[in-house]
């Protein structure tokens, strides 16, 4: 699988696949069991693979795959690649602070301009917030990175259950 290296920090993928729902589902607790090299997770239609915590780092990828039946083509698999859920709701957090306080400066800048006041301290803070939200985009990038060899082996196991090129 190739990653680009585009804007996306959480890469997706779908393809469609021959075996049925059951079979894949039976395929994906079949390897649960006979394996230890992964966590699997099974809750309806969803698999979550994911790394041993024992291996695990901040960083580290989670595969999330959804089954979906269609009645033109017959089953789709749709994949996710993502950050533990913890590290993703921290940084989805912290964007909605960055964003927040930017757009509380903006009309605390505005009321002062308004008011023949000084708003150089509300702007220096807005643009102190654009660079803290530019170092959060190249963390994310970063990590993306630092789990880029868990991506393709997560992904790699996923093709060997369900027999894919």
């Not at 698999?77 to 940084?91: A, K, M, S």
């Not at 643009?127 to 985009?137: A, K, M, R």
């Not at 990590?143 to 894919?164: D, P």
């Amino acid at each position: 699988m190739h990653l680009s290296e585009n804007i996306v920090l959480r890469p997706r993928f779908q393809f469609q696949v021959s075996a049925t729902k059951y079979e894949l589902l039976a395929a994906f607790q079949n390897a649960k069991k006979s394996q230890k090299a992964y966590v699997l997770s099974i809750v309806d239609d969803h698999i979550f693979i994911k790394i041993p915590k024992q291996k695990q780092h901040f960083w580290s990828p989670q595969l999330h795959l959804e089954l979906r039946t269609n009645e033109d083509s017959g089953l789709m698999l749709h994949g996710l690649f993502g950050p533990n859920p913890t590290v993703w709701t921290l940084f989805m957090f912290l964007h909605f602070v960055v964003a927040t306080l930017f757009i509380g400066l903006g009309a605390w800048a505005y009321s002062n301009y308004a008011l023949d006041q000084s708003y150089r301290l509300q702007l220096v803070m807005m643009f102190v917030l654009i660079g803290i939200w530019f170092t959060l985009y190249f963390a994310g990038r970063m990590g993306k990175k630092a789990g880029r060899k868990e991506t393709n082996e997560l992904y790699s196991f996923m093709q060997s259950i369900v027999s894919i090129p």
